[in-house]
């Protein structure tokens, strides 16, 4: 996940009642003598088991069970975001990146990201992985190609059944997908209902919430964020910015292109017909009755004009010696990274 030399150290979370099966996985993973796996911890502290992390996989969060939608779990759920996000604030590394895995997942990152103000809200990503595999593994089987063979299938909006998986820009081998299909009604009547129902179907086959898929899906997030992605497009739930006119301040899913150094850029300009348009704003709107539903649980208004783009000019500004535009750039982050900044300041 992190590259084939990086060695790796868990620390897992666990609830009191959860800690004596946690000490079978830990017996588990001790016997699978995982060459790059240095060390393994468990703890019921929130603290304790966010302390220096880089990255942060939150999946603890009360499953869905059959009938229910990701509403459902919102008010169950989010208090347990709010103080990881206060743990995450206090005692995980400045730089960390926390991906959050547990329903409803984008509103949960809103949360965890509102109850951490020294942390950048791009900081937490809301994961729409799984929803993009479960999208590149149909269209592979609609056209009879392996999936290595399908890219830039596009997830928007929610982790549920609002989402709107986007065969728009897909290509199957270097061709347009939609070309390659060319069956528009299979599109529209087949493909999106199936994936945006697609964890709905698993939780009615198993009796429980997808596992392996979404731990897979998971571990593909952070290796494209940590070791880059070229030119391939991953969906990321994200704190929107107000990019193709989506409200600012939502987590909502988008293509991104991941360079390799924990920073994910959005793609630009992709053109949005009236069907998508139609679709990405139904999600939306899904993501802004959640946000009204957990308003108690957001101390920080995020409104998402802040982006890694900042970092950018104060690294110009830094190198250029303007230490007037340093001040006025530094003015306008969290107060963790105005404190590195004083530090390099004084240091340098
Ligand atoms: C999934 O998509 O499989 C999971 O998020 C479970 C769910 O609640 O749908």
Same mark, same amino acid.
């Given at each position: 996940?992190?590259?084939?030399?990086?060695?790796?150290?868990?620390?897992?979370?666990?609830?009191?009642?959860?800690?004596?099966?946690?000490?079978?996985?830990?017996?588990?993973?001790?016997?699978? $003598?995982?060459?790059?796996? !240095?060390?393994?911890?468990?703890?019921?502290?929130? #603290?304790?088991?966010?302390?220096?992390?880089?990255?942060?996989?939150?999946?603890?969060?009360? =499953?869905?069970? =059959?009938?229910?939608?990701?509403?459902?779990? *919102?008010?169950?759920?989010?208090?347990?975001?709010?103080?990881?996000?206060?743990?995450?604030?206090?005692?995980?590394?400045?730089?960390?990146?926390?991906?959050?895995? /547990? #329903?409803?997942? #984008?509103? #949960?990152?809103?949360?965890?990201?509102?109850?951490?103000?020294?942390?950048?809200?791009?900081?937490?990503?809301?994961?729409?992985? *799984?929803?993009?595999?479960?999208?590149?593994?149909?269209?592979? %089987?609609?056209? /009879?190609?392996?999936?290595?063979?399908?890219?830039?299938?596009?997830?928007?909006?929610?982790?549920?059944?609002?989402?709107?998986?986007? *065969?728009?820009?897909?290509?199957?081998?270097?061709?347009?997908?939609?070309?390659?299909?060319?069956? %528009?009604?299979?599109?529209?009547?087949?493909?999106?209902?199936?994936?945006?129902?697609?964890?709905? %179907?698993?939780? /009615?086959?198993?009796?429980?919430?997808?596992?392996?898929?979404?731990?897979?899906?998971?571990?593909?997030?952070?290796?494209?964020?940590?070791?880059?992605?070229?030119?391939?497009?991953?969906?990321? /739930?994200?704190?929107?910015?107000?990019?193709?006119?989506?409200?600012?301040?939502?987590?909502?899913?988008?293509p991104t292109v991941c360079n390799g150094d924990s920073h994910y850029r959005r793609v630009l300009n992709l053109p949005i017909d009236e069907f998508s348009a139609e679709k990405m704003n139904l999600t %939306?709107?899904?993501?802004?009755?959640?946000?009204?539903?957990?308003?108690?649980?957001?101390?920080?208004?995020?409104?998402?004009?802040?982006?890694?783009?900042? *970092?950018?000019?104060?690294?110009? $500004?830094?190198?250029?010696?303007?230490?007037?535009?340093?001040?006025?750039?530094?003015?306008?982050? =969290?107060?963790?990274?105005?404190?590195?900044?004083?530090?390099?300041?004084?240091? !340098?």
């Amino acid at each position: 996940m992190l590259g084939k030399d990086q060695l790796v150290e868990l620390q897992l979370i666990e609830t009191e009642a959860g800690m004596k099966p946690l000490q079978g996985v830990m017996m588990e993973l001790e016997d699978g $003598a995982y060459p790059l796996l !240095s060390k393994v911890t468990a703890t019921t502290d929130l #603290n304790e088991g966010f302390g220096d992390c880089n990255y942060a996989m939150l999946i603890g969060a009360k =499953p869905r069970g =059959p009938g229910m939608e990701r509403k459902d779990l *919102l008010s169950a759920n989010a208090q347990i975001f709010a103080d990881q996000g206060k743990a995450l604030n206090d005692s995980a590394a400045v730089n960390a990146k926390v991906l959050v895995i /547990g #329903n409803p997942a #984008n509103t #949960n990152a809103l949360v965890a990201s509102a109850n951490a103000p020294d942390m950048w809200p791009e900081q937490f990503i809301a994961m729409t992985r *799984l929803d993009q595999s479960r999208a590149q593994a149909l269209l592979a %089987e609609k056209v /009879g190609v392996p999936v290595k063979d399908v890219d830039r299938v596009v997830i928007w909006g929610n982790h549920s059944a609002t989402q709107y998986p986007d *065969l728009s820009y897909a290509r199957v081998n270097g061709k347009w997908a939609k070309d390659v299909i060319n069956d %528009e009604k299979w599109i529209r009547e087949d493909f999106i209902p199936r994936v945006q129902k697609r964890g709905a %179907e698993i939780i /009615g086959a198993r009796g429980a919430s997808s596992a392996a898929s979404a731990a897979s899906a998971g571990i593909d997030t952070i290796r494209d964020l940590h070791l880059g992605t070229t030119d391939q497009w991953q969906s990321n /739930g994200i704190v929107s910015d107000g990019t193709y006119g989506i409200r600012q301040g939502l987590w909502y899913s988008v293509p991104t292109v991941c360079n390799g150094d924990s920073h994910y850029r959005r793609v630009l300009n992709l053109p949005i017909d009236e069907f998508s348009a139609e679709k990405m704003n139904l999600t %939306e709107k899904e993501l802004l009755e959640e946000r009204d539903g957990v308003r108690h649980l957001l101390p920080k208004e995020t409104n998402g004009t802040v982006t890694w783009n900042v *970092l950018a000019s104060l690294k110009d $500004a830094w190198e250029a010696g303007d230490m007037s535009s340093v001040d006025k750039i530094a003015s306008t982050m =969290p107060p963790g990274f105005q404190k590195s900044v004083e530090a390099a300041k004084a240091a !340098s």
